[in-house]
């Protein structure tokens, strides 16, 4: 079972990124998908979560009006749109598979990251 984030790289703040996080070896679509991310010298932190079926999505404070997480079943994929972006949100960004359909910040599996970096 493995969650493949990818998508991350340099962009110019005000500029947009795309992370896709893909599912192998089983399928996540009932469960609820996060993303997080940690900073330099920061802590991991929550970004967003979508339901299982997608009709449900939450946001951190910071990130509300310029993220957008969505999910492809089918494809076992969820995706994280980025406007927007700040240098602040220079980070390694994780996805994670929630134990449920609903979010309930208890996790099963993690995928391993992948860098945004935002220059000013």
């Known amino acids: 079972v493995q969650l493949q984030a990818s998508g991350g790289g340099l962009v110019q703040a005000g500029g947009s990124l795309r992370l896709s996080c893909a599912a192998s070896?089983?399928?996540?679509?009932?469960?609820?998908m996060d993303w997080f991310r940690q900073g330099p010298g920061k802590e991991r932190e929550f970004v967003a979560a979508?339901?299982?079926?997608?009709?449900?999505?939450y946001y951190a404070d910071f990130v509300k009006g310029r993220f957008t997480i969505s999910r492809d079943n089918a494809k076992n994929t969820v995706y994280l749109q980025m406007d927007s972006l700040k240098p602040e949100d220079t980070a390694v960004y994780y996805c994670?598979?929630?134990?449920?359909?609903?979010?309930?910040?208890?996790?099963?599996?993690w995928g391993q990251g992948t860098l945004v970096t935002v220059s000013s």
């Open positions: 994670a598979a929630d134990r449920s359909g609903v979010h309930t910040g208890v996790y099963d599996h």
């Open positions: 070896g089983r399928t996540f679509s009932s469960n609820a």
């Open positions: 979508i339901s299982w079926s997608g009709s449900n999505t």
